[in-house]
């Protein structure tokens, strides 16, 4: 089995731990601490002196279009797939694959061959279940089939809330479809997490309050994203988070969303830890390959861009640079928060134990030079070493 020893890093997991070794050995971090490649060396030890650059987890984006989304505007809206190398070129190793507004031309069966055919490049790949619609599709027949029988299924989502798009769901039935995740966690052994996506509407969170005032289930099943649509849904955002819930900033976004009224997702970090919400309840995610809607000067739309999964990067290194953020507390909200919240306990942390997704960064300018997933080194140093097999074909 081969080894391989980092040594010489500033290592973040992601609390800064200093400068120890770092060993992995058959996909896990095998160990983490001084002194430790006495005695190794041999063929079978790759030894990688990092020369001081920061050794981090891998990033975990809990919300991915991974098939594609958008498809708002007609046909020619819809947007790619997610390529394995935009995501591990931009230092994630998790991805979170979920279905949007579109469950017509787009369908779960399509998004689970998607987070196989990732897995295959190297990337790790998990879906939700359903899409923004209640009653949501199901790839067995019902959700909790899902999470018991489909071992990539780790909760439902996105479901739409607040917004013109969605199915317009009462509490009961939002109630039944969450205590469906929740039991089919139990049965699984995973967390199970209802995704939720929240419009621009005036109600905000005003409906999942009501299911939890209205029934026994805990507040943390619950996972809405896009909080930094408005400074309104901040707010509502900010009284969940302290009520014990989570929340996630979407780091896509555009320059006329931001004039419209959106929040950086570093600056609305920054705004909920000076607001006191507790750290490991905030999350960032990308909602990558999303359709993001651009407006003419008469406020018509006149185009989309597209989500970017890069943007989660971009996103944690403005809240250092921009927002005086301490690094560890942004790669906080990118590795081991997602991961506790989505029940991954094996991802976005450095210990032994852990998964080998790991990042190294240059110490200044934080850009992604090498990445591990699954201990393999899948870019290093600037380099691709996995290859996929149309990879192989253009190489004849």
């Known amino acids: 089995m081969m080894l391989t020893l980092i040594k010489n890093a500033e290592v973040f997991a992601p609390a800064p731990l200093g400068r120890p070794d770092v060993v992995v050995a058959g996909g896990r971090i095998a160990a983490v601490g001084d002194n430790l490649g006495r005695g190794l060396s041999g063929e079978l030890v790759q030894t990688v002196d990092a020369g001081g650059r920061r050794l981090v987890p891998g990033f975990v984006d809990s919300l991915v279009h991974i098939a594609g989304g958008g498809g708002e505007g007609g046909f020619d809206t819809r947007t790619a797939a997610l390529s394995h190398r ?4 931009a ?14 031309t787009r369908s779960l069966r399509e998004l ?3 987070a196989r055919q990732l897995c295959a490049s190297g990337l790790n790949c998990y879906i939700h279940t359903g899409c923004y619609e209640i009653p949501p599709p199901t790839l067995t027949g019902s959700v909790r089939d899902d999470m018991v029988l489909v071992d990539s299924v780790i909760g439902v989502g996105e479901v739409a809330i607040a917004d013109h798009r ?3 769901p009462t509490r009961s039935e939002l109630a039944k479809l969450a205590a469906d995740v929740h039991v089919g966690g139990l049965l699984s052994g995973k967390k199970g997490v209802v995704c939720i996506h929240v419009g621009d509407g005036a109600q905000r969170l005003q409906l999942l309050n009501q299911v939890l005032a209205g029934s026994e289930l805990p507040i943390q099943l619950f996972y809405p994203t896009h909080i930094n649509r408005s400074r309104e849904l901040m707010l509502a955002g900010w009284d969940f988070a302290k009520r ?13 969303l931001l004039e419209m009224g959106e929040i950086k997702a570093s600056v609305a970090l920054r705004l909920s830890l000076q607001q006191g919400v507790p750290l490991q309840r905030i999350t960032l995610s990308s909602d990558a390959q999303g359709s ?8 018509q739309l006149d185009g989309l861009q597209v989500g970017d999964i890069a943007s989660l990067h971009g996103a944690i290194k403005e809240a250092v640079s921009a927002e005086g953020i301490p690094f560890e507390q942004a790669l906080a909200t990118v590795t081991a928060n997602p991961a506790a919240i989505l029940g991954l306990p094996a991802k976005g942390r450095i210990e032994a134990g852990a998964d080998a997704d790991l990042l190294l960064l240059d110490a200044d300018s934080l850009a992604v030079q090498s990445t591990m997933s699954g201990g393999r ?3 290093h140093e600037g380099h691709w070493l996995a290859r996929t097999p149309f990879d192989h074909a253009d190489a004849k």
């Open 86 to 89: 935009r995501a591990l070129g």
């Open 112 to 114: 689970y061959g998607t």
């Open 244 to 256: 014990g819930g989570v929340i996630d900033f979407t780091a896509s976004t555009t320059e006329m």
């Open 166 to 168: 969605s199915s317009q």
């Open 91 to 104: 230092g994630v190793t998790t991805v979170i694959g979920a279905l949007g507004t579109d469950a017509c």
């Open 377 to 379: 080194w899948l870019l």
């Open 292 to 299: 993001l809607p651009h407006f003419n000067p008469g406020g």
